[in-house]
C-alpha cells in the first residue's frame, strides 16, 4: 500500500491568514483527493488534485479558498486561504491505487 | 443519489462480543465500498474493502457482508477486543474516484 505523509502535522494559525498542506506518497499515483474532517463529523471530499491541470472542485468548495497543487504524480499541496475559525478542521489527502488509502492527517485550528 | 447512510451512529459491545456496522447506498453505480477505521487524531485506516462481484470479504476478525439486491453492506467485528474501540466509517466510490462517506459509528468496547 502506498506510504503517505503530510506536512505540517498540525498548526494555530490566525484568523485571515493562510495555510498550505503539503502532501507526500512514497509511489506515483493518477489520483489523489483532498478531504475535510470538521470536528466529530464524517469526511468531505474538497477536490480531486489532478496532475498538471486545475483540480476539480466539490459543491460548496472553491479555487480561491483552497487553491491546490499537483506538479508530478507524487506530489501535493492544499492551501487554506484567509482563514477563519469556521476553516478548523482536518484535512486530510487521500490516494487511489486498488484501495484507497489516507495520510495522517493536518489539524488545524484557527483564531 | 450519492449518500450513503450509515447506523447506528454510537455502539457499545461487551469484550468478545460481535460489533455490527450497516451501511445502505443508493447509487448503483458504485463499485467499490470500503471500511476505514479512525482513532482520535489519526487519519483514516482502511481496515477492509469489497467490490459487488462478491457477497462477503473476511479478513482476521472483520467481515464485510454485501447485499446487491438491498444495496446495503455491513461490517461485522468477531471477539470484539477494547482495542477495536474507534470510529469506523463506510464509503462508496465508482471506478476508484471520490470516496462518498457514511455518518460514521463511535464503537466503544468494554471490557
Known amino acids: 500500500s502506498a506510504v503517505i505523509s503530510q506536512k505540517p502535522s498540525r498548526d494555530i494559525c490566525q484568523r485571515g491568514t493562510s495555510l498550505t498542506i503539503q502532501c507526500q506518497v512514497d509511489s506515483q499515483v493518477t489520483m489523489m483527493f483532498w478531504y475535510r474532517q470538521q470536528p466529530g463529523q464524517s469526511l468531505t471530499l474538497i477536490a480531486t488534485a489532478n496532475q498538471g491541470s486545475e483540480a476539480t472542485y466539490e459543491s460548496g468548495f472553491v479555487i480561491d479558498k483552497f487553491p491546490i497543487s499537483r506538479p508530478n504524480l507524487t506530489f501535493s499541496t492544499l492551501t487554506v486561504s484567509n482563514m477563519s475559525p469556521e476553516d478548523s478542521s482536518i484535512y486530510l489527502c487521500?490516494?487511489?491505487?486498488?484501495?484507497?488509502?489516507f495520510g495522517p492527517g493536518t489539524r488545524l485550528t484557527v483564531t | 443519489q450519492q449518500q450513503v447512510k450509515q447506523s447506528p451512529q454510537s455502539l457499545i459491545v461487551q469484550k468478545g462480543g460481535i460489533s455490527i456496522i450497516n451501511c445502505a447506498y443508493e447509487n448503483t453505480a458504485f463499485d467499490y465500498f470500503p471500511w476505514y477505521q479512525q482513532f482520535p487524531g489519526k487519519g483514516p485506516a482502511l481496515l477492509i474493502a469489497?467490490?459487488?462481484?462478491?457477497s462477503e470479504k473476511k479478513e482476521g476478525r472483520f467481515t464485510i457482508s454485501f447485499n446487491k439486491s438491498a444495496k446495503q453492506f455491513s461490517l461485522h467485528i468477531m471477539d470484539s477486543q477494547p482495542g477495536d474501540s474507534a470510529t469506523y466509517f463506510c464509503?462508496?466510490?465508482?471506478?476508484?474516484?471520490?470516496?462518498?462517506f457514511g455518518q460514521g459509528t463511535e464503537l466503544s468496547v468494554k471490557p
Open positions: 469489497i467490490r459487488p462481484d462478491v
Open positions: 464509503a462508496a466510490s465508482i471506478q476508484g474516484g471520490k470516496l462518498i
Open positions: 487521500s490516494v487511489a491505487e486498488y484501495e484507497q488509502y
